[in-house]
């Protein structure tokens, strides 16, 4: 039978509520589930037991390198379980970071295992089974949740509660059915993983537009020490008026990446002109374009790049290369 790497981190999915033991460990999770010794040889590793809305880019680059050991000692696939709130950046993080030699997923539940229809040994066995088959081996790093398999470049979070959270705006890429998972489509492996992590996290911040903005808050983005900042604009990549000269003089001194508040769609490029606050207007004043990443997994990105120590130049032709297609 293939040998499975469990990395638990904690979560919904490892919580028991208010009790001595709050947060069990990845061999607990395993022991929940018999029928996993007919499927795969499992090994675990608690590497984290918090909420995932503490855990750190720093946490996860860390997590990275003890996968890749892993991978290195022959492992058949990694298993990662955590909180859902962070999984789509976590799990980009992760594809960004690990050169794809053997399946690599990521769970967790909606349901802690005190509530009814707890979701966790549910998505956790899928996971397994997705791991042990190697049906995603070579396509980077996916999310298994509900019997789906997402993408995680383009996975998302989009419910509080639903068991059926995580959505993709192309869809799932796969599914489990009978206990046997299937691929529908092959994203391809052309990422660019060449990191090589020079520093600890640096701080970047992530700016959301809305109706009326002015962008006051934008003028202390240097002074409050943050070495980039990644934008949500509104619709294809749009401010108003009044935060254009803010955001020119930025991108002279920081890297500041447009996305899109709307979740869905490209960075639009050359559609509105002749206005300030357009997407040409703020592309022609060095605001580099996120292109199809939406601005959670924008800021993933840019940390890195900056981690890297990548140049400014450097930073604008990787986000080019996002432009071209990737399924």
């Known amino acids: 039978m293939k040998k499975i790497h469990i990395f638990s981190l904690g979560g919904t999915i490892a919580y028991m509520g208010d009790t001595d033991k709050p ?8 022991q929940g589930l018999p029928e996993i010794s007919n499927i795969a040889n499992v090994i675990t590793t608690s590497f984290r037991q918090i909420a995932s809305s503490s855990l750190s880019i720093d946490d996860i680059v860390e997590l990275s390198r003890e996968i890749v050991s892993a991978i290195d000692s022959g492992v058949d696939g990694i298993v990662i379980t955590q909180g859902t709130d962070t999984i789509e950046e976590t799990a980009y993080l992760l594809d960004l970071l690990i050169e794809p030699k053997v399946p690599i997923v990521v769970t967790g539940a909606m349901r802690n295992p005190n509530l009814r229809g707890a979701d966790g040994p549910a998505n956790l066995l899928a996971s397994i089974l997705v791991a042990a088959s190697g049906v995603t081996k070579g396509i980077g790093v996916v999310v298994v949740f509900n019997d789906e398999i997402h993408c995680s470049r383009f996975v998302r979070k989009a419910h509080t ?7 993709s705006e192309c869809g799932p890429i796969g599914w489990i059915a009978e206990g046997i998972p299937y691929l529908a489509m092959r994203p391809n492996n052309e990422l ?3 990191f090589k992590i020079e520093t600890e996290e640096v701080p970047i911040a992530l700016y959301t537009v809305s109706l009326g903005d002015d962008g006051r808050l934008l003028t202390k983005t240097k002074d409050l020490g943050f070495k980039g900042i990644v934008i949500e604009g509104l ?4 401010v108003p008026t009044s935060m254009v000269e803010t955001l020119a003089d930025l991108a002279q001194e920081i890297p500041v990446i447009l ?6 769609g490209e960075v639009l490029t050359q559609t ?14 060095g605001l580099i374009s996120s292109g199809w990443l939406d601005g959670r997994k924008s800021r993933v990105l840019l940390s890195l790049l900056l981690m890297s120590g990548k140049t400014h130049q450097e930073i604008f032709e990787y986000y080019k290369h996002l432009s071209k297609p990737i399924l």
Do not use: C, M, W
Request: glycine share 16%; charged share 15%.
């Open 23 to 30: 947060i069990v460990t990845g061999e607990d999770l395993v």
């Open 161 to 167: 509660q639903n068991v059926a959270a995580f959505q």
């Open 192 to 194: 660019n993983r060449s």
């Open 235 to 238: 619709g294809g990549g749009h």
């Open 259 to 264: 996305a899109s508040r709307t979740g869905s």
């Open 272 to 285: 509105y002109r002749g206005y300030p606050g357009s997407e040409t207007s703020l592309l022609s004043k």
